[in-house]
């Protein structure tokens, strides 16, 4: 019978033999990522994707876009979430209270059946 020393060499080297040639290699090349020749290429391939100006035109419409809210959006904004909180406050007391109601009328209907009984037949 095989110790248990052996028993694992046995699958490391059968482990080892389904393996690809250069798995280790692969992977650590992969783990480490893209050299620094290869993100170059990737930039610069990518900008010649993109017109000239594009930077420029992003920011001119980004600028365009962004104007300060009002008096009028922040207090609809306000008043949105408030109602929203209260709301959700009013269904969160609702069930409770909802549930605390039954556990009571579960706990009354048993006391008044314990209390029958203590009466006996009548």
Do not use: Y
């Not at 990522?33 to 290869?38: H, Q, T, Y």
């Not at 990737?42 to 035109?57: K, V």
């Not at 959006?73 to 109601?101: I, K, P, S, Y």
């Amino acid at each position: 019978m095989k110790n248990e020393d052996q028993a694992w060499r046995d699958l490391q080297q059968h482990a080892a033999s389904r393996l690809r040639p250069n798995f280790a290699q692969r992977v650590l090349r992969q783990a480490r990522g893209a050299d620094d020749l290869a993100w170059v290429n990737l930039r610069s391939h990518a900008a010649a994707q993109i017109r000239p100006g594009f930077a420029e035109r992003v920011l001119r419409a980004a600028r365009k876009l962004t104007t300060a809210p009002s008096l009028w959006d922040q207090f609809a904004l306000c008043t949105a979430t408030a109602t929203v909180c209260l709301l959700g406050v009013l269904f969160v007391n609702d069930r409770t209270h909802r549930a605390d109601e039954q556990a009571n009328l579960v706990t009354w209907a048993q006391l008044a059946d314990e209390m029958q009984n203590l009466d006996g037949p009548q």
